[in-house]
């Protein structure tokens, strides 16, 4: 990535689902080696920019690139220098661990003769080497967790998307993967990019979050300056109720809690 070249930038980035606009005018920036977040109710569209940003969604208008790569003429690109761990579950239950990351490993191409160090590099950097040789269907909700970013990161992407990273579990494995998450931020330098509905996730994480409320963003900051504007004793809940109230109810949100509750589910 060159120097100055944001790790993801943003501008106008619109989708429309035919008469209904999910995403609607979006700007924003991160730069390298940045924790930031997208917070906001469900149907806000938040996965929405995620799924445009990693190449899954073609914007209907506005631009995106990631590293300085455009998400819709340089795709190619752009999935080479990017790792992703979305809501649903990316693991399979009747692999090991082992097994798992070595089939990211190729999808990834990773380097062959460097297969095996990465996987193990990996495992011990997530605290799961003990349970390598496992089937993935006995691991805990953390540990599922743990293996898919583990996944995401054996190609070591310049930018990391995460899409709820900690939907479901508990507060111990909610912890984990906190610290797991501020270790490789602070190791490997990318930029992180997140989505969570866990409002102490993002004060403890991210240096800068944007809340989005009907498409649009409705205020960006780093927590403090957000929390600064709404008032001299304002918590963060405040700051969330004030940018997300206006409208009631998201528009369209059944697909985003039916998402939700599964991997809710999945994790529990």
Not at 20 to 47: M, P, Q, W, Y
Not at 126 to 154: C, P
Not at 155 to 179: K, M, N, Q, S
Not at 214 to 223: N, V
């Amino acid at each position: 990535m060159s120097a100055g070249v944001p790790a993801i930038e943003t501008r106008e980035l619109t989708r429309r689902f035919g008469s209904f606009c999910a995403v609607d005018r979006v700007t924003f920036s991160v730069d390298a080696g940045e924790i930031f977040a997208l917070l906001g109710r469900n149907g806000a569209g938040k996965t929405t920019v995620i799924k445009m940003l990693t190449t899954l969604l073609p914007p209907t208008s506005g631009i995106a690139s990631i590293g300085g790569f455009d998400v819709a003429s340089d795709a190619a690109r752009v999935r080479r220098i990017i790792g992703y761990v979305p809501q649903a579950l990316s693991a399979d239950g009747e692999l090991t661990g082992y097994e798992n990351l070595l089939v990211f490993a190729k999808l990834y191409d990773v380097p062959r003769a460097q297969i095996r160090g990465r996987i193990v590099e990996a495992l011990e950097f997530m605290d799961l080497a003990a349970f390598s040789r496992k089937l993935v269907k006995t691991y805990s909700g953390g540990m599922i967790r743990r293996l898919e970013i583990a996944q995401s990161t054996l190609h070591r992407p310049r930018v990391l998307f995460l899409d709820e990273p900690t939907v479901g579990l508990d507060p111990v494995a909610r912890i984990a993967v906190w610290e797991m998450l501020e270790k490789l931020q602070a190791l490997s330098g990318s930029a992180i990019l997140l989505t969570t509905h866990y409002l102490e996730e993002a004060e403890r994480l991210c240096g800068r979050v944007a809340i989005m409320n009907q498409g649009r963003i409705a205020a960006a900051g780093t927590p403090q300056s957000l929390k600064d504007a709404v008032g001299p004793q304002a918590t963060f809940e405040d700051v969330f109720e004030r940018y997300t109230a206006a409208g009631d109810e998201p528009r369209s949100a059944y697909e985003a809690t039916s998402q939700t509750r599964d991997a809710a589910k999945r994790h529990g």
